[in-house]
C-alpha cells in the first residue's frame, strides 16, 4: 500500500507527537510519504489552500489529511490491509475516529456530509480523485469528502468500524 499523508500545519508543536505516530505506522511495512506544509500565520482556515497544494503534487496511491491536531491510531495500516486486500475497485475509505473526550465517530453511509465527517476519518484512492479539491472555507473538508463520495458508488466505499485516529487529540494553542 502507497499512502501519502497530508498535514498543513499551524501549530509546529504538534509536529513530534505526530511524527511519533506516523512513524510507528510507517513500520508496519507500508510505503508511506508524509507530507507537511506550515501555514504560520493561519492564512487559511484549515490549511485548506495548503492540502490542496499537495494533492496537485501526488499522483498514485491512497491520501490521508491528518491535522495538526489529531494522533493516528497505532494499528491504521494494519486495519486498511485487513479491508482493502485484493480490492482494486474501492475509491474512499471511512474510519471510526475517537475524540479526546471519549466519544466515538462511527462510519456508515448516512455521515458523509459536510458537517458530520472529518477528514481525518477517509482514506481517498488518489486515481479516484480526479480533479476535485478542498474548498477553502471552514467546512471545507467535509464539503470535500460528501461531494467525492457522491461521485462514487456504494460498493466502492469500504467502512472501517476500528477507530483509526485520536480527532483533537493535541494541543490547539
Not at 490549511?47 to 491504521?76: A, R, S
Not at 486486500?85 to 448516512?110: E, F, I, K, M, S
Not at 480523485?129 to 460528501?146: K, N, S
Request: aromatic share 8%; proline share 3%; glycine share 6%.
Amino acid at each position: 500500500m502507497n499512502l501519502h499523508i497530508l498535514t498543513a500545519c499551524t501549530r509546529p508543536n504538534n509536529l513530534y507527537a505526530l511524527s511519533l505516530s506516523i512513524e510507528h505506522a510507517a513500520r508496519q511495512g507500508c510505503d508511506l510519504t508524509w507530507h507537511v506544509r506550515f501555514d504560520p500565520e493561519c492564512q487559511a482556515v484549515g490549511g485548506q489552500w495548503l492540502k490542496n497544494q499537495m494533492l496537485d503534487e501526488i499522483t498514485d496511491g491512497w491520501v490521508y489529511i491528518l491535522d495538526d491536531d489529531n494522533v493516528l491510531h497505532p494499528d491504521l495500516l494494519g486495519a486498511l490491509a485487513d479491508y482493502l486486500t485484493d480490492r482494486v475497485d474501492v475509491g474512499l475509505v471511512v474510519c471510526a475516529q475517537q475524540h479526546r473526550n471519549g466519544y466515538v465517530r462511527r462510519p456508515h453511509r448516512g455521515m458523509l456530509r459536510q458537517t458530520h465527517v472529518d477528514a481525518g476519518q477517509v482514506v481517498i484512492r488518489r486515481a479516484a480523485l480526479g480533479a476535485l479539491r478542498i474548498p477553502e472555507h471552514y467546512c471545507g473538508d467535509g464539503q470535500f469528502v460528501e461531494e467525492f463520495a457522491s461521485t462514487l458508488r456504494n460498493d466502492q466505499i469500504v467502512y472501517i468500524p476500528e477507530v483509526t485516529t485520536y480527532y483533537n487529540w493535541l494541543h490547539h494553542e
